[in-house]
Structure formats: structure tokens, C-alpha cells
Nanobody, 124 residues
């Protein structure tokens, strides 16, 4: 069992930056592939970024590639999402997720544990 708690969301103007954090507790954090998903108003939950258990591999959705960076600190049991050059279309609730298997899954059904989400709103 892993408990995930996101923080760092808020209101930002277009072109601005935010850094999301997800603190994990419970089982060994380094044993989990971690990811960020997001769900905008009236939209389905979509993949944003994922990172391998060691942090050596990452994957990004095309819509955020070059603007977002996922990272993790296994000593602090935390995964981060640095978001730069934010656009109004990035407005969504952002969720942290964990899965016990290897591989950078982009399907939300592959993830076993979820945080409660943090709201990111980008104004134009």
C-alpha cells in the first residue's frame, strides 16, 4: 500500500511556471514507477509524464514535451513535476500515480495508487 499526497497547484498566468510535488508514504517508494496524469474540465484523465523507479528513464505526452519535467528523489520519497511555459489548456486537476510494475505505462489503468489531486489553473 502506498499513500500519495500532491501539493503545489495554484493559479498562474500563461507563460508562468509551477512545481508540483507528490509525497509518498507506505511501501518502499523506490520500488514504484511514478507518473502524473491530469483531467481538465469536461475531459477524460490523460497521461502527462512518467518516470522509472531509478529515475533514469522518463516519458512525456506530446502536449507537454519540452515544457514539463518529471523527476524524483527516492531519499525523500517524492516525485516532482516542473511545469514551465504554462498554457490555458494545461488547466486541470493533476494526479500523482504509482505502479509496482516496470515500464513507463501511459494508460491510467496500469496504475495502482492515486493521490487526491491538485488543481492547476492557467489564466490567459
Amino acid at each position: 500500500q502506498v499513500q500519495l499526497v500532491e501539493s503545489g497547484g495554484g493559479l498562474v498566468q500563461a507563460g508562468g511556471s509551477l512545481r508540483l510535488s507528490c509525497a509518498a508514504s507506505g511501501r518502499t517508494f523506490s520500488g514504484y514507477t511514478m507518473a502524473w496524469f491530469r483531467q481538465g474540465p469536461g475531459k477524460e484523465r490523460e497521461f502527462a509524464a512518467a518516470i522509472t523507479r531509478t529515475g533514469t528513464g522518463t516519458s512525456y505526452a506530446d502536449s507537454v514535451k519540452g515544457r514539463f519535467t518529471i523527476s524524483r528523489d527516492n531519499a525523500k520519497n517524492t516525485v516532482y513535476l516542473q511545469m514551465n511555459s504554462l498554457k490555458p489548456e494545461d488547466t486541470a486537476v493533476y494526479y500523482c500515480a504509482a505502479r509496482g510494475g516496470a515500464g513507463l505505462g501511459i494508460d491510467h489503468r496500469a496504475y495502482d495508487y492515486w493521490g487526491q489531486g491538485t488543481q492547476v489553473t492557467v489564466s490567459s
